[in-house]
C-alpha cells in the first residue's frame, strides 16, 4: 500500500513538472476564465458569449483553412513557405489573394510564413491591407457585387502597397527570428499533450461548428433555425472550452505552424495550430465585450458625425483588433447609415483577427504593418468619396 501511494505521488509529481508546471501563464488563463464566469450571472453570459463568437466566428474558419493548406500540402508533399519564398516578385500578390479570403484563415497563414523566413515583410504587409476578415462574409451575403468589389479593390492596394514596402524595406525588415517566434508563440511542441481521442473529437466537432458557423456569417438565426434555444452559444462555449484546455495543456516548445511541412499529423497539427489562435481570440473578444459591458461603448455612435469624416472614423475603428467592430460597420453601411467609401477604408485598415497571432508573434512588424495599412485606406476611402459621393 505504501510502495502504491509512493508511486502515485511520483506520478502525480512528473505530471506536474513535465505539463502543468511549465504552463502556469496558459493554465493562468483558464482560471481567470473560471473566475468570471463564476464571479456573477451577468458576467458569465458575457464570458460564455465572448467565447462562442471566438469559436463560431474565428476558430471554425480558421481551421478549415488550415486544413485546406495543410492537406495541399501532404497530398502534393509540397511546402507553402517553400513555394512562396521561391516566388518572391509575386509575394506580395499571393499574400493579397490569400488575404482577400473570407474570414482570416488565408491571413493568418501568410503571418505565419513571415516569422518563419519565407514571405517578406511586404507580403505581410500586403495580406492585412488585403484582409477584411469576417466581415467579408456578411458583404458577400447582402451585396455580392459589392463585396466582390471591395475585395478586388484591397487585393490591388495590398499588392501595390507590399511591392514598395518590399523595395523600401527588403524582405527581411523585423522579422523576428525564429527562435524568438517560437518562443513568443508558446503553443505545443511536437510532444505536445493532443492525445489521438483529443485530436479525433475536435475534429469531429469542427464539422457541426463550420456549418453553424457559417449560418451566422450569412445571419442566419440558429436557434430558430434548429428550434433549441441557446444552441448556438452553448455549442460555440463548450468548443471554445475544450480547444483552450488543449492549448493550456500542450507543452511548451517550437511550434508546428513555424516547423515545415510534415513534422506531425494533418490533423493534430490543425488542432494544435488552431488552438493558439483561438486562445488568443478568446482573450481579445473578451476585453472587447467587458468593455463594451462596463462603459456601454457603441462603434455606431462613431459614425454619428460629419459626412467627410466617416472615412478617417471608418479607419480608425479598423484599427481595433478582431472583426467584431468591423462587422458593425459593415451593417452600418448595409442599413444605409454609412456612405460606400467608409466601407472602402474600413476594409483595407482593418486586419481582422489575423492581427492576434501576428501581435503575439511578430509584435514590432504586426504594429508597424497596421499603421501602414492606413495610407492605402486614406487614399481609397477619400479618393472614392471625392470622386463618386
Not at 481551421?63 to 512562396?84: C, H, W
Not at 457603441?298 to 459626412?307: R, T
Request: glycine residues 10%; charged residues 10%; hydrophobic residues 60%.
Amino acid at each position: 500500500m505504501t510502495e502504491l501511494a509512493v508511486r502515485s505521488g511520483q506520478t502525480l509529481l512528473a505530471f506536474w513538472s513535465r505539463r502543468i508546471a511549465p504552463n502556469g501563464r496558459k493554465l493562468s488563463v483558464l482560471i481567470v476564465l473560471v473566475l468570471l464566469l463564476a464571479s456573477s450571472a451577468e458576467m458569465a453570459e458575457v464570458v460564455m458569449q465572448a467565447m462562442s463568437d471566438a469559436y463560431l466566428a474565428v476558430t471554425v474558419f480558421v481551421a478549415a483553412t488550415l486544413a485546406i493548406f495543410y492537406s495541399a500540402e501532404r497530398l502534393l508533399n509540397v511546402d507553402l513557405g517553400e513555394v512562396m519564398a521561391r516566388r518572391t516578385v509575386l509575394q506580395p500578390a499571393i499574400a493579397s489573394l490569400l488575404g482577400a479570403l473570407p474570414g482570416c484563415g488565408g491571413a493568418i497563414i501568410v503571418v505565419t510564413q513571415y516569422t518563419r523566413g519565407y514571405a517578406s515583410f511586404g507580403a505581410f504587409v500586403s495580406v492585412l491591407v488585403a484582409t477584411m476578415g469576417d466581415a467579408a462574409f456578411l458583404l458577400i451575403a447582402r451585396e455580392p457585387m459589392t463585396g466582390l468589389l471591395v475585395m478586388a479593390v484591397s487585393m490591388a492596394a495590398g499588392t501595390v502597397s507590399g511591392m514598395i514596402i518590399d523595395r523600401v524595406h527588403g524582405r527581411d525588415f523585423l522579422r523576428p527570428a525564429s527562435e524568438d517566434a517560437a518562443d513568443e508563440a508558446d503553443f505545443g511542441a511536437r510532444s505536445g499533450f493532443i492525445p489521438p481521442w483529443a485530436t479525433s473529437l475536435w475534429l469531429a466537432l469542427l464539422v457541426p461548428g463550420l456549418v453553424m458557423g457559417l449560418l451566422m456569417a450569412f445571419q442566419y438565426d440558429i436557434d430558430g433555425l434548429t428550434g433549441i434555444h441557446g444552441l448556438a452559444i452553448w455549442f460555440g462555449f463548450a468548443g471554445a472550452a475544450f480547444a483552450l484546455l488543449l492549448w493550456a495543456l500542450s507543452g511548451n516548445g517550437n511550434s508546428h505552424i513555424l516547423c515545415p511541412a510534415g513534422t506531425t499529423g494533418v490533423g493534430e497539427r490543425i488542432v494544435i495550430d488552431t488552438n493558439f489562435v483561438t486562445a488568443w481570440v478568446v482573450m481579445a473578444f473578451l476585453a472587447y465585450e467587458i468593455v463594451v459591458h462596463a462603459f456601454g461603448a457603441d462603434v455606431s455612435v462613431l459614425f454619428q458625425a460629419w459626412g467627410p469624416v466617416m472615412p478617417l472614423v471608418a479607419i480608425l475603428v479598423g484599427f481595433v483588433p478582431g472583426c467584431g467592430p468591423q462587422i458593425v460597420v459593415t451593417s452600418l453601411y448595409l442599413a444605409g447609415a454609412i456612405p460606400l467609401s467608409a466601407q472602402f477604408a474600413n476594409a483595407i485598415a482593418n486586419d481582422g483577427d489575423a492581427l492576434f497571432p501576428a501581435l503575439a508573434l511578430a509584435p514590432r512588424a504586426a504594429f508597424l504593418a497596421t499603421v501602414y495599412s492606413a495610407l492605402p485606406a486614406f487614399i481609397i476611402g477619400y479618393g472614392w468619396f471625392f470622386l463618386f459621393e
